[in-house]
């Protein structure tokens, strides 16, 4: 008897049929969003939009639904291009973002250029290329350091180990 009460979801109550309990369109469309069904109709069409409801699973249909209302009012408004028109828009602003990241990156380095005398640029060069050749795992056959981790110091009589007598005494 309660379901009488019910208000149709705006599906139903758009296309003028009862709602009964397990509308597909029920649980996506409220009777307070008439607009959202009567753009998703006027761009797909209700039976197309009932078909591939019930052919997702039900956790994305919301998502499903949700993406479809937002492609048909953007058809509504740019009927040309659709959503394609503002992502186009959007990938523009990406690129010129891009471009003026690049600049300010290039700026930056003169900056940093004109600040820190170049010797000292090129061993900071050149510690990174060393460091880039080690994670390649090449250390072995560059000399001296066969084992970039036995430092000098660091053979078992490390300073914790040395100094407990001292601590006591
Ligand atoms: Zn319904």
């Not at 009488?4 to 996506?28: D, M, Q, V």
């Not at 993406?67 to 394609?84: F, H, I, M, N, Q």
Request: net charge negative.
């Amino acid at each position: 008897m309660s379901s009488y009460s019910n208000p149709p979801c705006a599906a139903c109550k758009f296309l003028r049929r009862k709602c009964l309990p397990g509308c597909i369109f029920a649980p996506y469309f409220p009777p307070e969003e008439p607009t959202k069904f009567a753009n998703v109709h006027k761009i797909f069409g209700a039976s197309n939009v009932s078909k591939l409801l019930n052919e997702i699973p039900p956790h994305q249909r919301e998502d499903a639904v949700n993406s479809l209302a937002y492609e048909a009012e953007a058809r509504l408004k740019d009927p040309v291009y659709g959503c394609v028109g503002a992502i186009s828009v959007l990938q523009r602003q990406v690129l010129t973002l891009q471009k003026e990241l690049d600049a300010t990156n290039a700026d930056l380095m003169r900056y940093a250029g004109n600040e820190i005398p170049y010797p000292v640029m090129n061993l900071m060069l050149q510690n990174n290329q060393q460091r880039n050749d080690n994670g390649a795992g090449s250390f072995e056959s560059s000399s001296g350091f066969s084992d970039p981790y036995s430092y000098p110091w660091g053979h078992g009589n490390g300073p914790s180990g040395e100094r407990g007598g001292d601590g006591s005494s």
